[in-house]
């Protein structure tokens, strides 16, 4: 229900915005062009969505590879290291990262997916490894017993047990995408940034507020859809 809402949300958004220009001229009177036409909202909100799901896809397949390897009798060395990159590296803030891959790729939507995938594999990797430290070692050695070799022990029995905790982690990494992209079209990229950053830049909060109504909506349908199928995992296992 919830993500219906924000979806219904996002997409009145993307169909008034473009016919808002009086709204925002009454608001802002001082303002000759109140109106973002730069990009349409619908082209700025899927170039937003695809840095979004391409960053989130990557730090997803890397995350939870780089979890199942610490975990195993093999990486178990690895683990506190593991651990300690993933609790610490979420203090570093989005936009630092963001800066240290322009440098190394240039302006665009480059550096913003490096960004992107790099800082959303830390809570991937955090959960990964919680939820696979979770499951409980009596099953494990019923697996064992039943004569289940590492390989589908793993996608059998520990991965759809560890599923609920994972799915936190690619949550919490979807959402901090949709807000660092936003951050990326300072260097660049094309997001629902873009009016944002012109709005800044060009002393027009009208610009501002319609960039953020659309940024705001989109992370609460991408939230509550996640929500969503988290809950419906959790389900599934009690």
């Known amino acids: 229900m919830k993500a219906a809402v924000s979806l219904g949300l996002l997409v009145a958004l993307l169909v008034a915005l473009p016919y808002s220009a009086a709204w925002f001229h009454a608001w802002q009177p001082e303002v000759s062009h109140p109106l973002y036409s730069r990009h349409s909202f619908v082209a700025l909100t899927l170039s937003h969505v695809g840095l979004v799901v391409?960053?989130?896809?990557?730090?997803?397949?890397?995350?939870?590879?780089?979890?199942?390897?610490?975990?195993?009798?093999?990486?178990?060395?690895?683990?506190?290291?593991?651990?300690?990159?993933?609790?610490?590296?979420?203090?570093?803030?989005?936009?630092?990262?963001?800066?240290?891959?322009?440098?190394?790729?240039?302006?665009?939507?480059?550096?913003?997916l490096l960004a992107l995938a790099l800082y959303g594999v830390l809570p991937v990797l955090g959960q990964t490894v919680a939820g696979l430290d979770q499951v409980p070692k009596p099953v494990l050695h019923a697996a064992d017993g039943m004569g289940y070799g590492r390989w589908r022990r793993l996608l059998d029995v520990e991965l759809p047990l560890a599923a609920g905790p994972i799915?936190?982690?690619?949550?919490?990494?979807?959402?901090?995408?949709?807000?660092?992209?936003?951050?990326?079209?300072?260097v660049g990229a094309t997001t629902l940034g873009s009016p944002i950053v012109e709005g800044l830049v060009g002393n027009n909060a009208a610009y501002v507020v319609q960039g953020a109504l659309l940024v705001g909506a989109l992370a609460l349908t991408i939230d509550a859809a996640l929500a969503a199928v988290e809950r419906r995992i959790r389900r599934g296992r009690s």
């Open 54 to 112: 391409a960053a989130t896809s990557v730090a997803v397949a890397v995350g939870l590879g780089l979890g199942i390897v610490a975990t195993r009798p093999a990486g178990r060395s690895l683990l506190p290291t593991v651990r300690a990159v993933a609790v610490i590296g979420q203090t570093v803030p989005p936009v630092a990262v963001l800066a240290i891959a322009v440098p190394l790729l240039g302006f665009g939507a480059a550096p913003t």
């Open 167 to 186: 799915m936190t982690g690619v949550r919490l990494s979807a959402i901090v995408s949709v807000g660092t992209a936003t951050i990326g079209s300072a």
